[in-house]
C-alpha cells in the first residue's frame, strides 16, 4: 500500500478536525514570516547594507534567533547600535533605527515570538 500524500494527510485531518482545523489554518497564514515585508520596512527606515538584502535578512534571522533564546528587544537593538558604530563609524545605526531593526525582525521574520 503506498504511503499517502501531505494532500492526502492534510484533507484526512480536516475532514476529521472541521472547524478546528480550518481555525489553525487561518492562524498559521498570518503567523508566517514576510521576508519582503521586513526589506522594505527597513529600507524605508534608512537601512541598507553594502552586501544587500541577503545580509539583512540574515541579521534579522539571527535577531528571530536571539530572541527564541530569550535575548530581550532592547539587548539586541543596543548589541545592534553597539556594532554599527564599530563598524561603520559616522554612518551608524541610529538608536531609533536599532530598535526598528529588532521590532521589524520580531514582527515581520519571528512569528509566534
Not at 553594502?50 to 534579522?60: F, I, K, S
Not at 534567533?65 to 537593538?77: F, I, V
Not at 545592534?80 to 529588532?102: C, F, H, M, N, Y
Request: proline content about 4%; aromatic content about 4%.
Amino acid at each position: 500500500m503506498a504511503a499517502p500524500t501531505l494532500y492526502g494527510r492534510i484533507m484526512r485531518i480536516a475532514l476529521l478536525g472541521g472547524s478546528i482545523i480550518a481555525t489553525e489554518v487561518v492562524a498559521a497564514g498570518t503567523a508566517q514570516a514576510d521576508e519582503t515585508s521586513f526589506l522594505m520596512d527597513l529600507h524605508n527606515i534608512g537601512i541598507s547594507d553594502v552586501e544587500g538584502d541577503a545580509a539583512l535578512l540574515n541579521t534579522g534571522w539571527k535577531i528571530c534567533t536571539e530572541l527564541s533564546y530569550g535575548a530581550s528587544p532592547q539587548e539586541l537593538a543596543d548589541l545592534a547600535l553597539q556594532r554599527s558604530e564599530t563598524t561603520l563609524g559616522g554612518k551608524a545605526l541610529s538608536p531609533d533605527q536599532a530598535a526598528d531593526l529588532v521590532a521589524y525582525a520580531e514582527e515581520d521574520l519571528c512569528p509566534g515570538s
